[in-house]
């Protein structure tokens, strides 16, 4: 089952715009992480927020987690073309063998010129 | 550095083959995964590792056998190849230090069975 929601599920924006992502989950995690995906590519890793924080951020990425909501928001702000690509979020939940990432169902961005 | 390198990065099977989808890493990463991702579903976890000798099982594990002899190698293999594995399938490790790494993932492999 999948650990992370994002909402929403497709956004479409202009370029110079800020674009917000949610991803919603069901746990208690260790840290939360958001990645990208161009088309036919692997993943990429954007950023990483532990549990005891709140808000990082990384160039034009602000990430946001409230872990009584168990929600995590991920802001890019002034999108470019080349932000088109599926975001998605996983939340990693300590076990005795290591933490396993689980991925939600991303949200595909598309940033017109 | 290469980061993590999987091959083939397309395989058409028929239903019932075996094969093995290989993925190498370079960065001495201890912490190895398989992911197949599905339209809609996201990526779902098969196998893990957390270092050479030691395996474990994931969220969709049926059908799926894997190894770790060394730490730059983690195959996986199909057993016999069903039409319900056509996916594509993504290999992705992390340093240790459970904390603060993200992963690294492999450009995928595309499989097809028919």
């Known amino acids: 089952s999948q650990q992370g929601e994002e909402d929403p599920q497709a956004l479409s924006i202009q370029e110079g715009e800020n674009a917000t992502m949610n991803c919603s989950y069901k746990t208690s995690i260790n840290n939360l992480q958001w990645y990208r995906q161009n088309s036919g590519r692997g993943l990429v890793h954007l950023i990483l927020i532990r549990s005891n924080e709140r808000e990082k951020h990384s160039g034009r990425l602000r990430v946001t987690l409230d872990t009584s909501k168990k929600s995590s928001s991920l802001l890019i702000t002034a999108s470019r073309a080349a932000d088109t690509a599926s975001y998605f979020c996983?939340?990693?939940?300590?076990?005795?063998?290591?933490?396993?990432?689980?991925f939600g169902t991303g949200t595909q961005l598309k940033v017109e010129l | 550095n290469a980061g993590v390198t999987q091959t083939p990065k397309f395989q058409v099977l028929k239903t019932g083959q075996s094969m093995t989808l290989q993925c190498a890493q370079d960065?001495?990463?201890?912490?190895m995964s398989w992911y197949r991702q599905d339209p809609g579903m996201g990526l779902r976890l098969i196998h893990y590792?957390?270092?050479?000798?030691?395996?474990d099982q994931g969220e969709v594990p049926n059908g799926y056998n894997v190894s770790r002899s060394t730490t730059e190698d983690f195959p996986l293999r199909l057993l016999s190849a069903a039409p319900s594995q056509t996916s594509v399938y993504f290999c992705?490790?992390?340093?240790?230090?459970?904390?603060?790494?993200?992963?690294?993932f492999g450009s995928g492999t595309r499989l097809t069975v028919v």
């Open positions: 960065m001495n990463h201890e912490y």
């Open positions: 996983a939340t990693a939940i300590l076990t005795g063998g290591g933490n396993k990432l689980t």
């Open positions: 590792s957390v270092g050479a000798g030691i395996t």
């Open positions: 992705a490790s992390r340093r240790t230090g459970a904390t603060r790494y993200g992963y690294t």
